[in-house]
Nanobody, 124 residues
């Protein structure tokens, strides 16, 4: 059974950092592009970052550009999201997802497999 499992979330003060992980089980993670999304209470799920299948191309939402870094380790079947200079508005559940088809990068419907999410809470 194919699964994505996120970890690494937690409670941090503003300005702090975390490294989120997205581990794939049941299949190799080397081929698909993988994205990170987040969802805050009462808000829609929003795109955060995407990494291509090779890892050579990355894309970021404007709100996180320069603060977040997405990377992948194919040998470990894991995609990471390094989140730095955290702000209270970054508080959300963070999800990783496997890209299923081409289309708008920030459109959740172009992703077909989602993890359960990891909570990131940033205190001011």
């Amino acid at each position: 059974q194919v699964q994505l499992v996120e970890s690494g979330g937690g409670l941090v003060q503003a300005g702090g950092s975390l490294r989120l992980s997205c581990a794939a089980s049941g299949h190799t993670f080397s081929s698909p592009a993988v994205g990170w999304f987040r969802q805050a209470p009462g808000k829609e799920r929003e795109f955060v970052a995407l990494i291509s299948s090779s890892g050579g191309n990355t894309y970021y939402a404007d709100s996180v550009k320069g603060r977040f870094t997405i990377s992948r380790d194919s040998a470990k079947n894991t995609v990471y999201l390094q989140v730095n200079s955290l702000k209270p508005e970054d508080t959300a559940v963070y999800y990783c997802a496997r890209r299923a088809r081409s289309g708008t990068t920030y459109d959740p419907s172009t992703y077909d497999l989602w993890g359960q999410g990891t909570q990131v809470t940033v205190s001011s």
